[in-house]
């Protein structure tokens, strides 16, 4: 683990070094999440493509700096635009492919579709979300029963420290907004020109496949699509084996291209 300077403070990495003329992948973490929460995720991807990784946790989580609540309501948005390319320039990485779960495939959609960053080769967005729906504000009104009445606290403190509650009221409080059921980021969608490769489980409680759908539509690039069976909100745990073979043939098509 290292630290890296960005506006608005220090950002806790992870590096998994890989040959110097590959793309670096760039794992960008869901709303509760943060570094230590890919578990071996990054060591397994660095190991099967042959490629570099940086996993990093956001301002507010994990080990990075705090930021004040409340959230902004285009907290993604802000992200993707901003936050992430000053990631990218503080890390000194060229060539990268972003890989996003849930939040993290929101900002990294942003990101390819707004910033158009020259050093973005391809995206992989798991269990991603350009809109929200009923079911998914369900499970996170679910999550916030457990944060306050259960133990999930408890757990989260174990990775995030001080910031667990930076990070959980920051998603939580932003999500459950009332103003926030209008979050839209489809507008993004035709901006991406590279190759995208969505994959989400049949039964993810966040979002249903109307998002693959609304993404696949929309993009200009080639997309394509992993619908898992037995797969709930989190493919690379739930259905490790095919995540990962999806993310290396994808990687490996790129790096053919």
Partial sequence: MFQ?????GEVECLRVDGPADAPTLV??????????????FPQQLAAATACPVLAYSRLGYGGSSATPLPWPLDYMEREGRDGLP?????????????IGHSDGASIALVNAGLVRDRRVRGV???????????MGLASIAG?????????LRAKLAKYHGDNVDCAFHGWCDSWLHPGFKRWNIE???PGIEVPVLQIQGE?????????LEAI?????GPCSTLLLRDCRHAPQFEQPARTLAACVDFIRRLRAA
């Fill in 27 to 40: 794992l960008l973490h869901e709303g509760l999440g943060c570094v230590a929460l890919w578990r071996d």
């Fill in 86 to 98: 000053a990631l990218l320039d503080a890390a000194g990485i060229g060539d990268c492919v972003l």
């Fill in 124 to 134: 992989i967005v798991m269990a991603p979300h350009v809109f929200t729906e009923e």
């Fill in 143 to 151: 999550a916030r029963d457990a944060y306050r009445q259960g133990d």
């Fill in 187 to 189: 507008h993004v969608l």
């Fill in 216 to 220: 696949e539509a929309a993009v200009r």
């Fill in 4 to 8: 890296l300077s960005v506006p608005g």
């Fill in 203 to 211: 039964d993810d409680q966040y979002g249903s496949v109307a998002q």
